[in-house]
């Protein structure tokens, strides 16, 4: 399985931005597709998944202000996100996670850096 993340880049507090993620290979047609997030010297945290059924978390921090969404038939992951705060700087990870093999799957990560 591979994830190729695009998008991401340099924005200004107050902006939006999206990125976005391919996923291709073999994997089980139930799974949950997310973005996840690092930033300098901390871990790795979730940001916003979707399940195949199309069921959505989102981590305190950016509800209301990002959306995630899917194509099943296409295999791609989007990530929507607006009223961007600088704290919102950090690599972004796509991520795959296999129901039936209980296996994750990352993407290269893209950097999301917002400048006050």
């Known amino acids: 399985v591979q994830l190729q993340a695009s998008g991401g880049g340099l924005v200004q507090a107050g902006g939006s931005l999206s990125v976005s993620c391919a996923a291709s290979g073999t994997f089980f047609e139930m799974n949950t597709m997310g973005w996840y997030r690092q930033a300098p010297g901390k871990e790795r945290d979730l940001v916003a998944r979707?399940?195949?059924?199309?069921?959505?978390t989102y981590a305190e921090a950016v509800k209301g202000r990002f959306t995630v969404s899917r194509d099943n038939a296409k295999n791609t992951l989007l990530l929507q996100m607006s009223s961007l705060k600088p704290e919102d700087t950090a690599v972004y990870y796509c991520?795959?996670?296999?129901?039936?093999?209980?296996?994750?799957?990352w993407g290269q990560g893209t950097q999301v850096t917002v400048s006050s």
């Open positions: 991520n795959l996670f296999d129901s039936r093999l209980s296996t994750n799957y």
């Open positions: 979707v399940s195949s059924g199309g069921r959505t």
